[in-house]
């Protein structure tokens, strides 16, 4: 039975690669490598919305939009910027293009907020609403938080933002309170299978903040699951944020949360648990995942080979040679998840993989 599937897994590598062709040195996908196929999420629309955006020229970031609490608040910000120098808006970018090109792999239509990492993308009000407009089965928000201008080391990993409740919209409510936070706690439930540690600050309990301010989950009408990714000012976060690998570990963690949750595998939605005692410890973080020196993968489970696995394809030095790794050490990774890791890598690599 296992042979039979590691078969199948190693076939689906391999036609992969040869749907694919060597140009210049570089593996570059071909065309219906991106088109949508029949899959797991065939008839599911996903609205993905990056946060922020590439540049406010022209607009007014302090225009006062509806926040969805019978006030206003600021129409956009500009977004945080890693130690290191990466902006917050081009991570949650990058890591949406990966996550749209693997949810497409498993045939989803994906509609974004925003359409490139240029120029502006709309208020905070209007992408709650061209979300609840879109009819999708699923909103995510993707982010990466700060809590210092300058390196802040030690408060890091992800956590999901949920609404207070009850939201004054009687809809908005009902939708939050129940699929939204189902597909919160799954999402969070995938980031931590993936060995991605839950925050350890801002009052985060098991990877979920409690929040009355964000407009978005005050106006969206489809459940939404608002994710910041990492802490961009703990260095840790933000390297590996920062890095394509990092980027595909975490979309794929991330696809699979929303697979789960559109597969009919949500976690419970939970909405009745007591609010968050301001004065409760952080949840302990996590062990960090061991940095993988070996170029054995056979221990990680499949999500935490992908990095790993990327990092080898990349000093591959021919398609042959990429071809091999991927059938020798892409064993324990689902056939899934490995058509994922082509589809994404090629976006991540603007259409090329570095071998
Ligand atoms: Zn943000």
């Known amino acids: 039975m296992a042979a039979v599937r590691v078969r199948r897994r190693v076939m689906v590598a391999a036609s992969l690669l040869a749907s694919s062709a060597l140009i210049g040195g570089v593996l570059v996908a071909s065309p219906t490598d991106a088109a949508p196929t029949a899959g797991a999420l065939t008839g599911k629309t996903v609205f993905l919305d ?7 020229a022209g607009q007014n970031l302090s225009k006062q939009v509806n926040d969805g609490r019978g006030g206003t608040k600021d129409c956009q910000t500009t977004g945080t910027t890693a130690v290191g120098g990466k902006t917050e808006h081009t991570i949650n970018w990058e890591v949406a293009q990966l996550v749209k090109a693997a949810l497409e792999s498993k045939g989803a239509r994906v509609l974004m907020s925003r359409k490139d990492d240029t120029g502006w993308g709309g208020c905070v009000d209007e992408r709650a609403e ?51 936070r189902k597909a919160s706690n799954t999402v969070r439930d995938a980031l931590k299978k993936a060995g991605i540690a839950p925050a350890n600050y801002g009052g985060a309990i ?84 061991a940095e993988s020196t070996s170029p054995d993968l056979s221990g990680l489970s499949g999500v935490e080979a992908i990095g790993p696995l990327i990092d080898q394809l990349a000093k591959a030095k021919s398609p042959q040679e990429a071809q091999k790794i991927l059938m020798t050490q892409g064993q324990d990774v689902s056939a899934d998840v490995l058509k994922a890791i082509l589809a994404v890598v090629y976006a991540v690599f603007g259409g090329k993989l570095p071998i």
């Open 130 to 180: 061209a979300a609840s407009r879109s009819g999708a089965d699923l909103a995510v928000s993707l982010h990466a938080d700060s809590t210092s201008q300058g390196a802040d080391p030690g408060k890091s990993g992800f956590h999901m933002i949920v609404p207070t409740l009850p939201i004054p919209d009687k809809a908005v409510d009902a939708v939050q309170a129940g699929e939204g």
């Open 206 to 289: 098991d990877g979920v903040v409690t929040r009355p301010d964000i407009a978005g989950s005050n106006l969206t009408r489809v459940p939404l699951a608002f994710i910041e990714m990492g802490n961009l000012s703990d260095p840790a976060d933000a390297a590996v944020l920062s890095t394509p690998q990092g980027a595909t570990k975490y979309a794929v963690a991330i696809t699979d949360g929303i697979t789960d949750y559109l597969g009919g595998r949500a976690s419970a939605a939970n909405p009745t648990a007591p609010a968050p005692d301001p004065n409760a410890k952080p949840t302990d973080p996590a062990a960090p995942p």
């Open 50 to 56: 990056p946060g922020h955006q590439g540049s406010a």
